[in-house]
């Protein structure tokens, strides 16, 4: 190597083979980093890594496959997207939900204390701020409500203090109501968008729980996943918070009739018993603005088009029960479903 020429940049994107961390491995590919994609392939698929990215199966939660993992590939930059993402179900797979989504984060932040890691890319949730606090702003004092939020919100403040103790630097990221191209739409817990895509492609009614009047702010992926890839080249974002998707909420009747028109199927609701969950949630995107210059969100409409294509072309997916839900008071009837 030449006096001129410098090292490619060494990524690691756990989750890769999932929804967003697939894109997120594609926009640092683009950006010239050699990316090794982890995941466990449980919510993932192998056929969504990059061609030119090292896939390795395996769980955040082994650490000493954890460790070998960090000696071999020596990694600058860490952006650590896997988890379990489901809000509602978190308050029935409680240990589920901290043995995954902290104590493999604790696995990965430690390896990249140990190894000098350059900057810890973390992506967290608005469910970290709860209930009613919209628009949701950064600076908002977090209350979560469930335990997927607590989890979150755990690991932003592990972060944290591993700034303060070890000086890693780090970026989090608080991303809300992603949908795309790759999304999981078998998934019958999480992913409203993918949920009602799959409803229609095998024929079912679409599930909506409650009235279907609470809101949400649908984020299109390339709203997201470029920003993320994006962030630690910008000093500005070190050691910060964000928040990052769309900015206009609709209901989920809303929504409901905007994936009929994207994919040309008339559907009918099914209105489910109301559950336990945050009604209004859509946050303040004007730091992001501020820090990474983002363009203005794709409208709903759009994406629904981009993901509705995507989505004829691999049809519908069968999506497995929870394998070991943890607590069945109060869990939704239609999860119990075979």
């Given at each position: 190597?030449?006096?001129?020429?410098?090292?490619?940049?060494?990524?690691?994107?756990?989750?890769?083979?999932?929804?967003?961390?697939?894109?997120?491995?594609?926009?640092?590919?683009?950006?010239?980093?050699?990316?090794?994609?982890?995941?466990?392939?449980?919510?993932?698929?192998?056929?969504?890594?990059?061609?030119?990215?090292?896939?390795?199966?395996?769980?955040?939660?082994?650490?000493?496959?954890?460790?070998?993992?960090?000696?071999?590939?020596?990694?600058?930059?860490?952006?650590?997207?896997?988890?379990?993402?489901?809000?509602?179900?978190?308050?029935?797979?409680?240990?589920?939900?901290?043995?995954?989504?902290?104590?493999?984060?604790?696995?990965?932040?430690?390896?990249?204390?140990?190894?000098?890691?350059?900057?810890?890319?973390?992506?967290?949730?608005?469910?970290?701020?709860?209930?009613?606090?919209?628009?949701?702003?950064?600076?908002?004092?977090?209350?979560?409500?469930?335990?997927?939020?607590?989890?979150?919100?755990?690991?932003e403040q592990d972060l944290k203090a591993a700034k303060r103790m070890f000086d890693l630097d780090h970026i989090i990221f608080r991303p809300h109501n992603v949908y795309g191209e790759y999304q999981n739409i078998g998934d019958r817990?999480?992913?409203?968008?993918?949920?009602?895509?799959?409803?229609?492609?095998?024929?079912?009614?679409?599930?909506?729980?409650?009235?279907?009047?609470?809101?949400?702010?649908?984020?299109?992926?390339?709203?997201?996943?470029?920003?993320?890839?994006?962030?630690?080249?910008?000093?500005?974002?070190?050691?910060?918070?964000?928040?990052?998707?769309?900015d206009r909420p609709f209901t989920v009747n809303e929504l409901a009739q905007s994936v009929m028109e994207a994919m040309g199927i008339e559907g009918e609701l099914r209105h489910l018993e109301a559950r336990n969950e945050v009604v209004?949630?859509?946050?303040?995107?004007?730091k992001a603005r501020r820090v990474f210059g983002t363009n203005e969100p794709v409208p709903l409409q759009e994406g629904l088009n981009r993901m509705a294509a995507w989505a004829k072309q691999v049809g519908p997916r069968r999506g497995?029960?929870?394998?070991?839900?943890?607590?069945?008071?109060?869990?939704?009837?239609?999860?119990?479903?075979?």
């Open positions: 190597m030449s006096g001129t020429e410098t090292a490619m940049p060494n990524s690691l994107v756990t989750g890769g083979a999932g929804f967003l961390g697939a894109h997120v491995a594609t926009h640092l590919l683009g950006k010239g980093h050699s990316v090794v994609v982890l995941d466990d392939l449980s919510g993932g698929f192998e056929e969504n890594v990059p061609a030119e990215a090292v896939f390795v199966q395996g769980s955040v939660n082994d650490a000493e496959f954890i460790s070998k993992l960090f000696d071999e590939h020596r990694f600058d930059y860490v952006f650590h997207l896997a988890a379990y993402a489901a809000e509602g179900l978190s308050h029935f797979i409680r240990r589920f939900n901290y043995a995954n989504n902290v104590l493999g984060s604790m696995t990965l932040i430690n390896e990249a204390v140990k190894h000098d890691v350059r900057c810890f890319v973390f992506t967290s949730s608005i469910a970290v701020y709860g209930a009613e606090q919209t628009p949701m702003r950064e600076d908002t004092t977090p209350q979560p409500e469930d335990p997927y939020g607590i989890a979150k919100l755990a690991v817990y999480r992913n409203v968008v993918g949920i009602f895509m799959n409803q229609l492609m095998s024929g079912e009614p679409l599930t909506v729980f409650g009235d279907g009047d609470q809101t949400r702010a649908f984020s299109y992926v390339d709203d997201v996943a470029p920003c993320i890839a994006a962030s630690i080249e910008i000093p500005d974002a070190h050691n910060e918070v964000f928040n990052v998707g769309a209004n949630a859509f946050s303040d995107h004007s497995e029960k929870f394998g070991d839900i943890e607590l069945t008071k109060g869990l939704p009837p239609v999860w119990l479903e075979g």
